[in-house]
């Protein structure tokens, strides 16, 4: 069982946008940075998000992050078929004293 | 550019000592606040963090599987090694290991599978 809390799977249609949800704690998101991360199956995941909102170079503007007391979003607009992924959130976790990951979502694009 | 390359055995038996390698380039353990990572991901599941190193020989461990686990780095080589002790067959899963920088796991190598089973 994950620290942080996602919800297993999700679904849009191309051109919508979504959200991807990741719950914590005052020990984690509450009070450090949050990344996320996409995987294709069978591949290594990439990080999409770093420090809250901050996206790596290469990273298409369609992918935001953002972070409200002890939860963050994810938001993936103009979705595309490429998109179907599994999607983690990550933060550093100040009672464990390391990195913690969420359970993952999986993005189906209809 | 930064790249990363995890090895080592991709079968083990149960009870036997796992000794993973990360070979890495375009970055250096000996820059301040760098470090490099292991996490591992069981077929089909989440991703689970198992161990940190930092450039100055700070180490961090996920407390789940604490006891079993060892890392350490030859800076020279640009190398980290995860060793996990007792292995079992739920330890399957592919390794990968990631830098640590700007507050998450950076570039991942493609990840080893290690299967444990006799």
């Known amino acids: 069982q994950s620290v942080l809390t996602q919800a297993p799977s999700t679904s849009g249609t191309p051109g919508q946008r979504v959200t991807i949800s990741c719950s914590g704690t005052?020990?984690?998101?509450?009070?450090?940075?949050v990344y996320w991360y996409q995987q294709v199956p069978g591949m290594a995941p990439k990080l999409l998000v770093y420090?809250?909102?901050q996206r790596p170079s290469g990273v298409p503007d369609r992918f935001s992050g953002s972070k409200s007391g002890t939860s963050a979003s994810l938001a993936i607009s103009g979705l595309r078929s490429e998109d179907e992924a599994d999607y983690y959130c990550?933060?550093?976790?100040?009672?464990?004293?390391?990195?913690?990951f969420g359970g993952g979502t999986k993005l189906t694009v209809l | 550019q930064i790249t990363l390359k995890e090895s080592g055995p991709t079968l083990v038996k149960p009870t036997q000592t796992l000794t993973l390698t990360c070979t890495f380039s375009?970055?250096?353990?000996?820059?301040?606040?760098?470090?490099v990572g292991w996490i591992r991901q069981p077929p089909g599941k989440a991703l689970e963090w198992l161990a940190l190193?930092?450039?100055?020989?700070?180490?961090r461990y996920g407390p789940s599987l604490k006891s079993r686990l060892t890392i350490t780095k030859d800076t020279s080589k640009n190398q980290v090694v995860l060793t996990m002790t007792n292995m079992d067959p739920v330890d399957t899963a592919t390794y990968y290991c990631?830098?640590?920088?700007?507050?998450?796991?950076?570039?991942w190598g493609q990840g080893t599978m290690v299967t444990v089973s006799s």
């Open positions: 375009g970055l250096s353990l000996s820059t301040p606040d760098v470090g």
């Open positions: 990550g933060t550093w976790d100040d009672s464990l004293s390391g990195p913690i």
């Open positions: 990631a830098p640590w920088t700007n507050d998450a796991f950076d570039i």
């Open positions: 190193i930092y450039w100055n020989e700070d180490k």
């Open positions: 005052t020990s984690n998101i509450g009070r450090n940075y």
């Open positions: 420090r809250d909102y």
